[in-house]
């Protein structure tokens, strides 16, 4: 199976070009704030790392998932919140 030009090219620069605009905004200020306060930012990192993790796995225990639906609840979950995320915490 061979991939389009838009997965294969496309959503990698798209992703770059996100990326690279949210780097743009941030500021010396910003990074002297987590710096100066990073309970947040541990707080966030420990909930994100461990428990939604646990949390998928709960669920899907609770609602006794398909395997393949299970791996992909668990995938989901351990991955990281990813530029979208990224984008609209900026601008909220």
């Known amino acids: 199976m061979t991939d389009s030009a838009l997965i294969t090219i496309g959503l990698p620069i798209a992703l770059a070009v996100i990326m690279f605009g949210l ?6 200020g910003d990074f002297t704030r ?6 947040a930012v ?5 909930l994100q790392i461990l428990v939604l ?7 899907v225990l609770g609602f006794r ?9 668990m995938l989901l ?9 990224n984008l609209f915490s900026h601008l909220f």
């Open 53 to 59: 993790p646990l949390a998928a796995f709960g669920l």
């Open 65 to 73: 998932l398909d395997p393949l639906l299970a791996v992909g609840v």
């Open 34 to 39: 987590v710096a100066r306060s990073p309970k």
């Open 42 to 46: 541990i707080i966030a990192l420990v």
């Open 23 to 28: 780097g743009l905004s941030l500021t010396v």
């Open 77 to 85: 979950a351990a991955s990281p919140g990813g530029p979208t995320a």
